[in-house]
């Protein structure tokens, strides 16, 4: 049987499907890539392509099909060889445009020097890494099923072969060197919240989480607890804003280090709740952080503002991962502690009079949302249900973000849906907002969630499908030039989910305070509220992304 064409000793036509892949792995998708990113991208991308090509052609020489030979595949070569170069050229033209297309669209500055000779020798880096790399684990095989042939039938040992080398490669980095990674990673945030010699002292008000009269662990909180029961606005700072009477809000935060079970920690949470009055508020809103234990500011000093004060929060840490490495390998510990904290406070909260108990919401951002969702047992809750809930830039796996998605009205936008009258559950964005405050039943729900979001957007089966928001009209924010790509549009959007953190204010998963403060309105409906105080606040906090806008 006649051998493929090579070039430099590989497969011609899986390196054209390389190549295409690479090619069109320039085009626009939700978040703005830079050359390096854009790089990495091609050349894993790349080698993906070369890798489906190797499989193609392995595939049709195991079934003794006939290939091409001489004059005819020279001009088969040609003839494939041809578009695929117009259209790396084309790709390689507009490649700068695409990107600053996007950032211009979410605000940012166009950049003008695009490097596109660094960007490619940086992908044929990734490229022939990743190549060596599968060349070792083709040996590996080889070696394996020739070994294998002394004990077996060729084809037995082939299979026998590959399932040992690719169990070998599972539990090798699965058991290995990815749970290595987890551990170290683990190990180092926790490391990184222990240090406190060098940490702010306990505070001295008594009627503070972590100081000498709470139940909660000064030591066990982490960073990102002590930040948080620490900042935000103070009685004062309200009234300033307000120009009314204010109450200093209430802020209970539980470190993971607090307790070695979920149902501990809720119960410390709630404990503390009580010795600091935090039933005694208007409002009480359980809230979810991020991996980290992070909550976002820009939301709870919003809410703070509107409600003079007159406010608790409670949250509870429940890992010490970034959110996206939480999201994959520690799943069950967010959704442990959600189901822990919420059925506990709200097992307390229902034995109270109807008429001197706070309104009790839910609350979460990003991995906080989607454990929030799922602790929120709304069919546990109907006998005595919560009166709302807020959650912004909820993860694509959330089963109740897929049910409501699920049920918005015909023609409503997948990435802007409306649900029936809009009387349970609305959707806002940055160019969308949450409607009034009125015209709700018992229960209020939103979802806030910006429309170039890769975080709520990301679809596996884009693998070989276009996910429903790309079969729409563009957001505001979202290339009209993004187009479906099979196999190249999974990378994509992989990799639009690493950068969703990157996106100015307002897009992708950077959300911050003013696009709060709808959403809190028509969830939490402040008395004496009014849009100008709206504005004042938008206006308040438009400079505290991520910081907050308790310090105004």
Partial sequence: ?????TFFGLPLLPLLLGLLFFAVSLTPSLIPRSGVVQGVLGGVVGAAGYMIGRFLLTVWRQMYLPLLRGRRAEAAHTILAIPILGV???CLANAGRWQNQIRVLMGREPEENARVLGMVLLATAVFAALLILGTLIRVAFDRTRRHLYRYMPERTADVAGLILVAAALFFI???????RLVRAADNFYASAQELFETGP???GDPFVTGSAGSLVEWAAMGQPGRDYVTGGPDAEAIAGFTGRPALRPIRIYVGLAQAESAEERAEVALQELIRQGGFEREVLIVAMPTGTGWLDPGSMDVVEFMHGGDIATVAVQYSYLQ???????????????????????????RTLPEDGRPRLYMHGLSLGAWASMFGTDLFALLDDPIDGA???????PSSFWNQAVAARNPGSPYVAPVVGDGRLIRFASHFKPAGPPDGWGNMRLVFLQYSSDP???????????APAWMREPPAPDVSPELRF???VTQFQLAMDMALANTAPPGHGHAYYAPDYIGPWRAVTAPSEWTDADSARLAAHCAGGFQTGCGEG
């Fill in 1 to 5: 049987m006649a051998r493929p064409r």
């Fill in 88 to 90: 790396l050229v084309f």
């Fill in 173 to 179: 980095t699965r058991d290995g060197i990815v749970d």
């Fill in 201 to 203: 002292p306990p505070p």
């Fill in 323 to 349: 959110s996206p490495l939480a999201l994959i390998l520690e799943t069950g510990s967010g959704l442990d502690q959600a189901r822990a904290l919420i059925r506990t406070v709200h097992e307390y909260w």
């Fill in 390 to 396: 807020l959650w912004a830039g909820p993860p694509f």
């Fill in 455 to 465: 975080i709520v957007f990301y679809e596996p089966t884009s693998l070989f499908r």
């Fill in 485 to 487: 790509i099979p196999v």
